[in-house]
């Protein structure tokens, strides 16, 4: 039995070998998937729930209690559907907003727009390092 499975060890190729562990190691490069970082600006304590879409079926994430001036990172494939919730009424949707899926990372600021009374989801833009 031993002898076996040597010889059929011994006679895969090589070559198919080295391009599957390659596919592997460069696969993940490949694949759209950034982590963004949502950050609570308001005063009050809110709910974030997002979900993507996978193989045609909506993908729900755990809703997330977040303090103000709290932070979470998400990361899903595809496109991001974040929605926002009141945490003292729960079935009260405060903001619901999609996020295009982007090879970059981003930042995001939840922020009470005084026109509308609801929260506006934001890119805060990044500063530039000096050297």
Not at 53 to 78: C, F, M, Q, W, Y
Not at 100 to 123: F, H, I, M, N, V
Request: with cysteine; charged share 25%.
């Amino acid at each position: 039995m031993q002898l076996l499975l040597e010889r059929t060890w011994c006679s895969f190729p090589k070559r198919t070998l080295v391009l599957g562990f390659l596919t592997l190691a460069l696969l993940p490069g490949f694949v759209t998937a950034e982590t963004i970082e949502v950050r609570n600006d308001t005063k009050a304590t809110i709910i974030i729930q997002t979900a993507c879409i996978v193989n045609d079926n909506v993908r729900r994430e755990r809703p997330v209690t977040l303090r103000t001036g709290a932070k979470i990172s998400i990361k899903l494939h595809g496109n991001k559907l974040i929605t926002v919730y009141d945490a003292s009424m729960p079935n009260r949707v405060l903001h619901q907003s999609t996020i295009a899926s982007s090879k970059e990372d981003g930042t995001y600021s939840l922020q009470p727009d005084t026109k509308t009374g609801r929260l506006q989801l934001s890119p805060v833009k990044k500063s530039k390092e000096r050297k």
